[in-house]
């Protein structure tokens, strides 16, 4: 029997060094929002009512209030931060696009003219209203009237990872019991029908 090495002289696990083939994200619960959002409709609602595109290539509107909602859900300051999406791999499949680059979030934003920080403002509030709608609907307790900090400690801030299962793409949390039950609450309030997208 070998000699029993001491708990700080050593490592319990060893490096697997071949890369793991599902995407991981800490992050992973932001897609509880745009859960949300697209079951109430957002991008038909921004389409409506938001016409600012003019040809039929790049991102919808929608897409670009998705996406610049989910960055001020995680916490992002600017259109920059949206790195904060684009390079998640997990988050992007979750979202079925690929979020858009800073410069093209910015100069969305800029054809607000001079308007571009009560834009920034409106989708902050867009993002607001959508956690608190969340909180109100799905949460339970002290955790419906939790600050925002708070919540996405709750809800937005859970590691997660993207994995295909018999042909259909899933994601697994790595959560206690409790977290993984009020996410799947989201799930089912905000009820969506689920399909496969092209985007690999």
């Known amino acids: 029997m070998p000699a029993r090495i001491p708990v700080l002289d050593k ?15 800490a992050h992973a619960g932001i897609l509880a929002t745009s ?16 016409p600012l595109k003019n040809r039929q290539r790049g991102f919808s509107e929608g897409q670009m209030i998705e996406s610049l909602v989910l960055l001020q859900t995680l916490g992002g300051d600017g259109p920059e931060d949206i790195s904060l999406l684009a390079e998640d791999p997990c988050l992007v499949r979750g979202l079925g696009y690929e ?5 093209a979030a910015r100069t969305f934003l800029n054809r ?10 409106t989708i902050a509030l867009l993002a607001y209203n959508t956690a608190s709608a969340i909180k109100s609907l ?13 919540y996405r ?12 299962s018999q042909c259909k793409l899933r994601l697994r949390l790595h959560a206690t ?7 799947q609450k989201i799930w089912e309030v905000f009820d969506l029908p689920t399909q496969a997208t092209a985007f690999s």
């Open 153 to 164: 400690l709750l809800v937005i801030e859970i590691a997660g990872r993207m994995s295909r």
């Open 35 to 50: 859960r949300a959002l697209r079951s109430l409709h957002l991008g038909g609602l921004v389409a409506a009512n938001l």
């Open 11 to 25: 490592s319990p696990f060893a490096l697997d060094p071949r890369p793991l083939e599902e995407m991981g994200s």
């Open 99 to 103: 979020p858009p680059k800073a410069s």
């Open 112 to 121: 607000f003219h001079d308007d571009v920080n009560a834009a920034w403002f």
């Open 138 to 150: 799905c949460l339970e307790g002290e955790e419906r009237t939790a600050r925002f900090k708070r």
């Open 177 to 183: 019991p409790k977290t993984i039950g009020r996410i």
